[in-house]
């Protein structure tokens, strides 16, 4: 059974400092890993999504690693903002009992980005 | 704004109650996903339907019976919930199940 861990739970940095967040999976057979952000009573918003295939996907200000072997994903966040502040996630699509594939989430890092 | 609409966003029931939540998406998406959220905790699985069938159930009570009417439908009717079912319920959409999962903004449950 897939298991997802998340360090730290949670994160506070003053603004404009470069962060890095920890994502491990006991599990290395995964389609891909997603990246979340969430904000308080809100849905998800999916933020990188790294195919099992890939080492890293970036998009603006956030960069995601993937190493399947070490079963380690890592989410940096460059000049961090106020505005990042949220819960981040990151899920491990895989094989669940069966046959069915499923999202298997971590716990989440709660990141707070001071003024 | 997302791309998958959840409705209603807030909701008080009874425990005699019985009520239903609506998830709606019209991407094209064909596997459409039930989740679970306490406070704190990360989403947890509950149904998944894929091409308008049944595909996971895991092991959710029965009174919580998913229905997908069309492909771009997705509803959770509940029925004598009790206090604990309290949570944000959030729905998601993906292309297919192997494919990056969209989520809606959630409904938020509370039993009295």
């Known amino acids: 059974k897939q298991e997802v861990t998340q360090i730290p739970a949670a994160l506070s940095v003053p603004e404009g400092e470069n962060l890095v967040l920890n994502c491990s999976f006991t599990d290395s057979a995964i389609y891909n890993l997603q990246w979340f952000r969430q904000d308080p009573g809100k849905g998800l918003t999916s933020l990188l999504l790294i195919q099992s295939s890939q080492r890293e996907q970036t998009s603006g200000r956030l960069n995601a690693s993937l190493d399947k072997s070490s079963g380690r994903s890592t989410l940096y966040i460059a000049a961090s903002q106020p505005g990042d502040s949220a819960t981040y996630l990151c899920?491990?699509?895989?094989?669940?009992?069966?046959?069915?594939?499923?999202?298997?989430f971590g716990s989440g890092t709660q990141l707070t980005v001071l003024p | 704004d997302t791309e998958v609409t959840q409705t209603p966003k807030h909701l008080v029931m009874g425990m005699t109650n019985k009520k239903s939540l609506k998830c709606e998406q019209h991407?094209?998406?064909?596997?459409m996903y039930w989740y679970k959220q306490k406070a704190k905790k990360p989403p947890e699985l509950m149904f998944v339907y894929s091409y308008e069938k049944l595909s996971i159930n895991e092991s959710v009570p029965s009174r919580f019976s998913p229905e997908c009417p069309n492909s771009s439908l997705l509803n959770l009717h509940l029925h004598a919930l009790q206090p604990e079912d309290s949570a944000l319920y959030l729905c998601?959409?993906?292309?297919?199940?192997?494919?990056?999962?969209?989520f809606g903004d959630g409904t938020r449950l509370s039993i009295l």
């Open positions: 899920a491990a699509h895989s094989l669940s009992s069966g046959s069915a594939r499923q999202l298997t």
């Open positions: 991407m094209g998406h064909r596997a």
């Open positions: 998601a959409s993906s292309q297919g199940t192997d494919q990056p999962q969209h």
